[in-house]
């Protein structure tokens, strides 16, 4: 059974659209009132309704493995983060280390110097 295109029925000033089916054994059309169409409207809402819960169903995955992503790149950034954190840490101790250690050795040396150019007798 092929369901063709409607055939158009000027009512009035109204223009009403008629669906036809043509029986595939004797070739006949077959105007479709409500009661015949029914159910071959039922079949194509249900089939819809069938595609589009299936298309949710994939779109509602899709978005689940999407957020799954995201709270891992937040979780890799967080990471990334608290290990920049740490070496600077590290490195800021290690400089200030150095700056110690280079101020004493400064300081040692000016007081070394200043130590040799003081007569003997005020060098305690």
Do not use: H
């Amino acid at each position: 059974m092929t369901v063709r295109p409607t055939n158009t029925m000027l009512q009035g000033d109204r223009i009403l659209n008629e669906p036809t089916i043509r029986c595939p054994s004797c070739k006949t059309e077959i105007k479709l009132n409500e009661s015949l169409a029914a159910p071959l409207i039922a079949a194509t809402r249900e089939e819809y309704e069938m595609r589009l819960a299936q298309s949710n169903a994939s779109m509602a995955v899709k978005e689940k493995e999407l957020k799954r992503q995201q709270a891992e790149i937040a979780a890799a950034k967080e990471d990334i983060g608290n290990q920049v954190a740490e070496q600077i840490k590290l490195e800021r101790a290690g400089i200030a280390s150095r700056k110690r250690a280079r101020q004493n050795c400064c300081f040692r040396s000016i007081c070394t110097t200043r130590t040799r150019s003081l007569p003997s007798s005020r060098r305690r």
